[in-house]
Nanobody
Framework: VQLQASGGGLVEAGDSLRLSCAASGRTFSGDHMGWFRQPPGKEREFVAAVRWSDGSTLYKDSVKGRFIISRDNAKNTMYLQMNSLKPEDTAVYYC?????????????????????WGQGTLVTVSS
């Protein structure tokens, strides 16, 4: 499985940006997918997750109401729409997947539960 994250860049506070995560070598149909980020000098942290089968979502509290995670089955691609960006959103953003958990498995922010990862894309928000 290969995940290709893209869409990062330099923006100003208050701007919007959309990240994409495209997969090759696997379809996501039963998987949970997530976005994580690593701010400069800090640990990697959870941002959002989506259950591919039904679109249910989970968000980090600080991004609720500003970020939207979504997926496109036809394109086998996941997105993270980031609105009202703040300087503290500056980080390298990673996408990740968890292989086909059971239908009763809840979404998780625990990055150790994710099985495959893409490379990062840098988002820089200036004040």
């Amino acid at each position: 499985v290969q995940l290709q994250a893209s869409g990062g860049g330099l923006v100003e506070a208050g701007d919007s940006l959309r990240l994409s995560c495209a997969a090759s070598g696997r379809t996501f149909s039963g998987d949970h997918m997530g976005w994580f980020r690593q701010p400069p000098g800090k640990e990697r942290e959870f941002v959002a997750a989506v259950r591919w089968s039904d679109g249910s979502t989970l968000y980090k509290d600080s991004v609720k109401g500003r970020f939207i995670i979504s997926r496109d089955n036809a394109k086998n691609t996941m997105y993270l729409q980031m609105n009202s960006l703040k300087p503290e959103d500056t980080a390298v953003y990673y996408c990740a997947g968890r292989r086909s958990p059971s239908l009763r498995t809840t979404l998780t922010s625990n990055q150790s539960r994710y099985d495959y990862w893409g490379q990062g894309t840098l988002v820089t928000v200036s004040s």
